[in-house]
């Protein structure tokens, strides 16, 4: 761990030339070994741990915001890896919060976002556009299952092995579903208030 952080410290940003280092991270499979998804990894977005907090600011969202850099941006030379230790039951308590503040803002339809949805713009814009203009229309409870099927078979994961496939149902199939039926259930409150 000494080793990789000594390797990022001396590229860390400068306040007087507004640099900043944004971390090109990889999605691991979450074993006991943290070997790299060979197949179904695929570049994650800058977090924001990962910035240089001088130089960034974050949209106010409640969820899905983006770093938004001020200033250039340079990338690390080598690999940062994330390794998280904590359990499974606080990854699904986590996500479970997630997953209501995803549903809530499906449901309100609001958006403070500060990024424009183009699907020829930077990663920010391309992600932006198909959560709002293909995501957002697919019909509930479809989505998971979409979602799954690219992540899981069209990019590879299944040749990943078991740890893999419990990452993706988990992250891929379970908590888009969970997000689903959160908006269900204050689809059918509000209906039922209207009554």
């Not at 910035?51 to 949209?59: F, K, L, Q, Y």
């Not at 994330?82 to 606080?90: A, Q, T, V, Y």
């Not at 183009?118 to 989505?143: C, D, H």
Request: aromatic fraction near 10%; charged fraction near 30%.
């Amino acid at each position: 761990m000494s080793e990789t952080f000594d390797r990022v410290r001396p590229r860390t940003a400068r306040a007087s030339d507004e640099q900043i280092i944004v971390i090109d991270g990889e999605v691991r499979v979450p074993d006991r070994e943290g070997k790299r998804a060979l197949f179904s990894s695929e570049p994650e977005p800058p977090s924001l741990g990962s910035i240089a907090m001088t130089c960034t600011r974050c949209e106010a969202r409640s969820v899905n915001e983006h770093i938004l850099i001020e200033g250039s941006a340079g990338h690390l030379e080598s690999d940062f890896i994330h390794e998280d230790r904590k359990d499974i039951s606080r990854w699904i308590a986590n996500h479970n919060a997630y997953a209501t503040r995803e549903a809530a803002e499906l449901f309100n339809e609001t958006s403070d976002a500060h990024i424009e949805a183009t699907l020829f713009g930077s990663q920010a814009e391309r992600k932006r556009w198909i959560r709002y203009k293909v995501w957002n229309r697919l019909p509930p409870l479809v989505r998971p299952f979409a979602y799954f099927s690219y992540r899981y078979f069209a990019r590879g994961g299944v040749l990943d092995g078991k740890e893999a496939l419990i990452f993706h149902v988990m992250q891929a199939l379970w908590f888009p579903l969970l997000i689903d039926a959160k908006y269900i259930e204050m689809m059918r409150k509000k209906a039922g208030e209207s009554r």
